[in-house]
């Protein structure tokens, strides 16, 4: 029996708040699937009782996890049982950057951002938050500005096509 495994991902929701033409879960905000808190408790049980007592990294997933509204309570148990695992969030963002007191609640570890002119695309209401035309990026901004306050690490996935 394994004690310690790398990485364990909960995917919570396939629903998303955008549609992106690039996405291999095919999440849009027609998607109605999602975990309950129930189901996703029961699968941090599932791995007590496998033997499991380190994991070095639970990454949280979608769709877009940051509109899935049991988020707070699964990191919350999960910081319960794996006190020091890394809990990454996959999320492009948006969610947070319109509700920056959800992000307060979070604290996650790590957050895995795409920042892209894919997403510009996806926007239901075009207004630039990803990558403007001028190249700057509230979404970027918004981001840097928690890291400082948080201290958390940021990956992020950058991709524009400038033709100037």
Same mark, same amino acid.
């Given at each position: 029996?394994k004690?310690?495994?790398?990485? =364990? =991902?909960?995917? =919570?929701?396939?629903?998303?708040?955008?549609v992106?033409?690039?996405?291999?879960?095919?999440?849009?905000?027609?998607?109605?699937?999602?975990?309950?808190?129930?189901?996703?408790?029961? %699968?941090?049980?599932?791995l007590?009782?496998? %033997?499991i007592?380190?994991?070095?990294?639970?990454?949280?997933?979608? %769709?877009?996890?940051?509109i899935?509204?049991?988020?707070?309570?699964?990191?919350?148990?999960?910081r319960l049982?794996?006190?020091?695992?890394?809990?990454?969030?996959?999320?492009?963002?948006?969610?947070?950057?319109?509700?920056?007191?959800?992000?307060?609640?979070?604290r996650? *570890?790590?957050?895995?951002?795409? =920042?892209?002119?894919?997403?510009?695309?996806? $926007?239901?209401?075009?207004?630039?938050?990803?990558?403007?035309?001028?190249?700057?990026?509230?979404? $970027? *901004?918004?981001? $840097?500005?928690?890291?400082?306050?948080?201290?958390?690490? $940021?990956?992020?996935?950058?991709?524009?096509?400038?033709?100037?």
């Open positions: 029996m004690e310690k495994i790398n990485t =364990v =991902v909960f995917q =919570v929701i396939r629903k998303c708040n955008q992106c033409p690039h996405c291999f879960f095919n999440s849009s905000p027609r998607s109605e699937e999602k975990l309950t808190l129930k189901e996703t408790i029961l %699968g941090v049980n599932d007590k009782k496998a %033997g007592k380190k994991i070095k990294k639970i990454i949280i997933s979608g %769709g877009e996890p940051t899935w509204s049991n988020l707070s309570k699964l990191i919350y148990r999960l049982e794996y006190p020091l695992s890394k809990i990454r969030i996959d999320t492009n963002g948006l969610t947070l950057l319109q509700n920056p007191k959800l992000f307060d609640t979070l996650a *570890d790590i957050y895995d951002i795409s =920042v892209d002119i894919f997403h510009n695309q996806g $926007l239901i209401n075009k207004n630039e938050l990803f990558i403007k035309k001028n190249g700057s990026s509230p979404l $970027l *901004d918004f981001f $840097l500005n928690k890291q400082k306050k948080y201290k958390f690490q $940021l990956f992020i996935r950058w991709i524009s096509n400038r033709n100037d």
